[in-house]
């Protein structure tokens, strides 16, 4: 075949394409392909023959080498098959120790796959032995994430072992355990720190009052020009707060060392521990509301007070340091933790705490009577709102509960000066105070602003004109100004509303206290006239010092008394009130005394005739009269006049009274001309003016009923009175005909018991009968007015 195609390609080479040829439309072109194709075979077997016959001679000597070996093939194969023979028979021993070979190779296999397995299993029961040893630690967290590579990546290793089973169902009974145990450590932890809430809490609060102390000591020092007062000692010592400010430096450097913090006091591993178990053990949800629920239960329990808290300062304080501590607690809870307790929890806890503190202050701060332990309580509330204030709880509600406190508080300071008032009243002399030195003046000025030009230029000895009382009055309504004022510090209030509060409450100490005080005072039975007059003396210039009051106000507050808001001191219409009660009181007393010397009046009521002189009575009652108007000296005018007027009249009132009494049955002539010897020194009395300030005859008139009356009997004109009766220029336009009846019916009786046995006599007889003759038509003069009514 490869010489055909080598044959077929010299046919090509040379004689061209005889295929191509075919397809060419040239004539006989089939004819002539088939020609050249059956040269072209001729030409190659023809070349096959050659090759044949080259090659033949090679081929017959390699047959015949072929022969010649097959003997010595014979010869080999005998050789092979013998040397085979003593191959098998010495290779017996080989085989036997080939198979024990192998069978120590397997048993090497074996050892190796068992120290596999091993060095495998080994790292399970080393992490095993681990957790062992970390639940006897106590190290539970640790534990737990140990149990979780032991499952994720360990047991599965092993997973076909049965110890590995084993170990895979002891796990939940060690995770149970854990849970258990790190309960309990929370429980010992909740109990924990319900024991040291207290202390917790007073830390807190402790160095809440440094830092505030601190701040107020230094606004205090940038403030010192501001606490200048202009009155006397109304100065606020500039040294005392000098003194505050280095206070407040050394106790800052004292405890700058000793600054504990609330990890410092508790150890919240418990609560970190317990919270990350649960977390790993995919149960965080429960420790969350088990925490939460056992805190609210705490809660309720700090928040109850004890009975007898309102007794002492003590029990407020450790009721707030309580509560402190336990949000003290839960702030930092809140802060270190993710999720233990959230925002709107603490705030809900907060608004709960609050409404149970604020009912719980406002039930037993009612029962506090004294007004330094309301104060203390203040501080105490003001202490704890910024303390919490400071962790970011809302305490505006704290503040407006002072507001309630505060009303308390100056209601216990009005009982309180009540008391101090009633011991000065009660310790005052009542009389002007006496000084003998310039040093005694200085002290006195320096207790009361008193300014009187015209004393000053007095020589010593000499006299103020207010008694011992208005100075301690003035001294001590300063001192109730600063107890309130104590209660508005640190109220977060501005300036304007503390000065409001102080002088609201000021003038609740003006028109309250001070005005009962007063007036109780005026109406007790043991003031005399004399006092009364150095009470109404006191209150002016009491009134007087109010305008010092305001500056003093002003001083403190630095708010002017010309701004708009403003509340002015009500110490006018306070004074002034006690003023008239007084002046009333000297009216009614006055009177009394008039009374009592009027009842010492003993007439002999049917005396033929007068003594001559004025009954002893009535003159020992106008002696009394001028000297207790010389005192009424150093009254305003309209008082004394008043008094006097009223005395007068009081005195006219009771003398015709007296005449008029229905008791007395019968007055004789000789009574009538006495007792018009006792209105005749009455009229002597008015016309010497005691008082001055009368315009004329004024005072005198305090007696004209009387004196008309008796005039009218006197001169036994009856014929004018009945003629002119009820004409305005009467001469006895002032006498009453009931009044004149009542009279004439008493003489009528009188001069029918005197003339008994004279009836027979002309003179009486007419007499008589003109009696009888008046009685008639005045008793016609009545009985017309009556019935003209």
Not at 543 to 548: F, G, H, L
Request: charge should be negative; aromatic fraction near 10%.
């Amino acid at each position: 075949m490869f010489l055909r195609l080598q044959s077929s390609k010299g046919f090509t080479e040379t004689g061209g394409s005889p295929s191509r040829s075919v397809y060419d439309d040239q004539p006989n072109a089939h004819k002539k392909f088939m020609e050249k194709l059956d040269a072209c075979i001729r030409n190659h077997d023809k070349e096959i023959e050659k090759m044949c016959n080259f090659h033949h001679q090679g081929f017959v000597d390699a047959i015949t080498e072929l022969l010649k070996v097959r003997t010595d093939a014979e010869k080999l194969k005998v050789q092979v098959t013998d040397t085979n023979r003593k191959f098998q028979d010495a290779g017996k021993e080989v085989i036997v120790q080939t198979e024990d070979i192998i069978r120590c190779r397997i048993q090497q296999r074996n050892i190796t796959t068992v120290v596999e397995k091993l060095q495998l299993c080994l790292p399970v029961l080393e992490m095993y032995s681990k957790l062992k040893e970390q639940m006897s630690a106590k190290r539970y967290y640790s534990a737990l994430k140990t149990m979780e590579q032991l499952e994720n990546v360990y047991f599965p290793r092993v997973s076909q072992y049965r110890f590995c089973q084993l170990m895979i169902e002891n796990l939940p009974k060690l995770r149970e355990d854990i849970k258990e145990i790190s309960m309990s450590d929370l429980k010992d932890f909740l109990e924990s720190i319900r024991k040291h809430s207290d202390k917790i809490g007073e830390t807190a609060m402790k160095q809440a009052q440094q830092q505030k102390t601190f701040s107020v000591a230094l606004q205090k020092q940038n403030r010192v020009q501001f606490g200048k007062n202009i009155h006397f000692n109304d100065r606020i010592p500039e040294e005392r707060n000098e003194v505050e400010l280095k206070r407040a430096f050394e106790e800052e450097d004292e405890n700058e060392e000793e600054v504990l913090t609330v990890q410092d006091l508790v150890d919240f591993s418990p609560v970190y521990r317990c919270l990350h178990i649960y977390s790993v053990l995919g149960d965080e949800e429960t420790f969350e509301n088990y925490y939460r629920k056992q805190r609210k239960k705490q809660a309720r329990l700090v928040l109850q007070p004890q009975s007898n808290m309102h007794e002492t300062v003590d029990g407020y304080r450790r009721y707030f340091t309580q509560i402190v501590g336990f949000f003290v607690v839960e702030d930092h809870i809140l802060h270190v933790t993710q999720g233990l307790v959230t925002r709107a929890y603490t705030d809900e806890l907060w608004n709960m705490a609050l409404s149970k503190i604020i009912a719980v202050l406002r039930a037993h701060s009612s029962y506090c009577t004294d007004p330094d332990l309301v104060l203390e309580l203040k501080n105490l509330i003001v202490l704890f709102a910024d303390t919490l204030q400071g962790y970011g709880f809302p305490v505006n509600r704290l503040f407006d509960l002072l507001f309630e406190i505060r009303d308390q508080y100056n209601e216990t300071l009005l009982k309180k000066w009540t008391g101090v008032f009633r011991d000065i009243f009660e310790e005052d002399n009542y009389s002007p105070i006496p000084i003998v030195n310039e040093e005694e003046y200085k002290v006195v000025i320096s207790k009361f602003p008193f300014q009187d030009p015209d004393l000053e230029k007095q020589s010593f000895p000499k006299k103020f004109p207010m008694s011992q009382s208005v100075p301690h009055i003035y001294i001590q309504v300063k001192e109730f100004i600063y107890a309130s004022l104590k209660f508005s510090e640190s109220l977060h209030r501005s300036s304007t509303e503390i000065d409001d509060m102080l002088r609201k409450s000021t003038n609740l100490l003006l028109t309250r206290t001070l005005s009962s005080c007063l007036l109780n005072l005026i109406r007790k039975p043991h003031i005399g006239l004399t006092e009364l007059v150095q009470i109404i003396i006191n209150t002016t210039h009491l009134e007087q010092a109010c305008r010092y009051l305001e500056d003093f106000i002003t001083n403190i507050t630095n708010i002017s008394q010309e701004t708009v808001h403003t509340t002015r001191l009500y110490g006018l219409s306070t004074f002034k009130d006690a003023r008239h009660a007084a002046e009333g009181e000297i009216y009614t007393k006055l009177n009394q005394k008039i009374d009592e010397f009027v009842q010492l009046a003993d007439y002999d009521w049917t005396m033929s005739e007068p003594d001559g002189r004025a009954s002893g009575y009535l003159m020992d009652l106008i002696n009394f009269l001028r000297s207790i108007f010389q005192v009424f000296t150093h009254l305003p005018g309209k008082v004394a006049q008043t008094a006097c007027m009223s005395a007068c009249q009081h005195l006219s009132t009771s003398l015709m009274q007296m005449l008029l009494d229905s008791e007395l049955k019968q007055i004789s002539m000789g009574a009538v001309q006495q007792f018009n010897l006792d209105v005749i020194q009455c009229e002597l009395f008015a016309s010497s003016e005691p008082v001055p300030g009368f315009q004329g005859d004024t005072l005198q008139l305090a007696f004209i009923d009387l004196r008309q009356l008796l005039d009218l009997f006197m001169v036994w004109d009856w014929s004018t009175y009945l003629a002119d009766y009820g004409q305005p220029a009467s001469k006895y336009l002032r006498v009453n005909p009931n009044t004149a009846l009542t009279l004439l019916e008493k003489m009528k009786d009188t001069s029918k018991k005197n003339n008994i046995f004279a009836q027979f006599r002309k003179n009486d007889r007419d007499k008589q009968k003109l009696i009888e003759t008046v009685v008639k038509q005045l008793r016609s003069l009545v009985n017309g007015m009556s019935q003209h009514t």
